[in-house]
Structure formats: structure tokens, C-alpha cells
T-cell receptor
């Protein structure tokens, strides 16, 4: 069974628009970690954020913000006022003790920001 | 601080040939991972090392894939013989620890393998 679901395969926006990427996860562990990574065309996965399950405070970092909703098992990611350089594939991932903390990745969402 | 280094960046081989990938993790990182990423999918873990010992290789096709991490630093991943379905990007990652608050994995740029 898929532990992390990213329902949006592709999103295309015009520069300066906001983009929200959905991530829904599934776990029976009470303690777990959620991650977002960015994969630009160069191929490297760039770490963006890690969220602990016991910390439900939402986070903002510049134009990036994350909305963690434990009640709906979601960890959504918003890019505000998108730039062309935000074009990439974004992956959500789950790390659980019951899975020996291995990362379970979603299928990714491809974001294209047009000038 | 230097990131995870991988080489080569690209490799094209014919099926049944062998190939090797090299990874140098971030200095001081005890845990090293190899992932396979097929086009359009998320990365899939192949093998995980803690220092120079294998922690998990349950997803490694051991009839053709092998990996080692000598002296607990650099690592090599080998495929012999390669099949068409091995065409993918092979990513190496490292983290300070496997669990807890220092379990963030940092990735290299990957090696893109094409098997013809």
C-alpha cells in the first residue's frame, strides 16, 4: 500500500501565482517524520523541511510554507509568488520507526512555472 | 560544507555489461543510502549502510547488484550484468544518524544510467 500519496501529477502556473502541493500519508506509528524535497532538472534532491509528528505548528520559510494537519494526515506545501526557478519535481516523504526510519517517497508533483 | 559527491553523472552501456557508481558522503555521516529512481517515480531504497555494515539490503537485486562501503566512508554500487530495466537514476544519500532528530538525508546529484 502506498504510504505517501501526492495526487497531483503536474501543476503549471504563471510566475507570481501561488502553488499548493498536496501530500497525504498513512502510518500507524504515533511518532514519525515528514519531509519535502525538491528535485530540479539537475537531478539532485534538495532537502526543504522535516516535520516531527509531535509538532503541529505550521512553518514559513521565505516564500515557502507548510501546513501540517494530523487530523487529516496531510502535510501540504505552498509556494507563494512562484518564480521560474521553482520549476522542479517536489517529493513528500514519510519516515517511521516501524519501517526502521526508511524514507517512503510519494510519486512526486512536477511544478512548471511559466514566465 | 561539501555535499554528497557522486560519479559518473551519466553512463550509457549495453545490456549484459557491468557498471559501477561511486559515492562520497558528507564528512562525518555514519549512514549511507543508495536509491534507484525510475523516470516518473519517487526514489526507491536499494541498500542502507551504517558505517561499513549493511543495515538493510532487502530491496537490492542481489543476483546482479552489489554494494560495499569500505572503511565506512566511500561506497560503490555495481551492476553485473545490466538489464534494460536497470535504466534509472541512481542516487546516493547520507545522514548523521538513521533515526531521531539527525536523520535528515542529504542527496547527491545522482548517476543517470541508460542500458541499451
Amino acid at each position: 500500500a502506498q504510504k505517501v500519496t501526492q495526487a497531483q501529477t503536474e501543476i503549471s502556473v504563471v510566475e507570481k501565482e501561488d502553488v499548493t502541493l498536496d501530500c497525504v500519508y498513512e502510518t500507524r506509528d504515533t511518532t514519525y517524520y515528514l519531509f519535502w524535497y525538491k528535485q530540479p532538472p539537475s537531478g539532485e534532491l534538495v532537502f526543504l523541511i522535516r516535520r516531527n509528528s509531535f509538532d503541529e505548528q505550521n512553518e514559513i520559510s521565505g516564500r515557502y510554507s507548510w501546513n501540517f494537519q494530523k487530523s487529516t494526515s496531510s502535510f501540504n506545501f505552498t509556494i507563494t509568488a512562484s518564480h521560474v526557478v521553482d520549476s522542479a519535481v517536489y517529493f513528500c516523504a514519510l519516515s517511521e520507526p516501524s519501517n526502521d526510519y526508511k524514507l517512503s517517497f510519494g510519486a512526486g508533483t512536477t511544478v512548471t512555472v511559466r514566465a | 560544507e561539501a555535499g554528497v559527491a557522486q560519479s559518473p553523472r551519466y553512463k550509457i552501456i549495453e545490456k549484459r555489461q557491468s557498471v559501477a557508481f561511486w559515492c562520497n558522503p558528507i564528512s562525518g555521516h555514519a549512514t549511507l543510502y543508495w536509491y534507484q529512481q525510475i523516470l516518473g517515480q519517487g526514489p526507491k531504497l536499494l541498500i542502507q549502510f551504517q558505517n561499513n555494515g549493511v543495515v538493510d539490503d532487502s530491496q537490492l537485486p542481489k543476483d546482479r547488484f552489489s554494494a560495499e562501503r569500505l572503511k565506512g566512508v566511500d561506497s560503490t554500487l555495481k551492476i553485473q550484468p545490466a538489464k534494460l530495466e536497470d535504466s534509472a537514476v541512481y542516487l546516493c544519500a547520507s545522514s548523521l544518524f538513521r533515526e531521531g532528530l539527525k536523520n535528515i538525508q542529504y542527496f547527491g546529484a545522482g548517476t543517470r544510467l541508460s542500458v541499451l
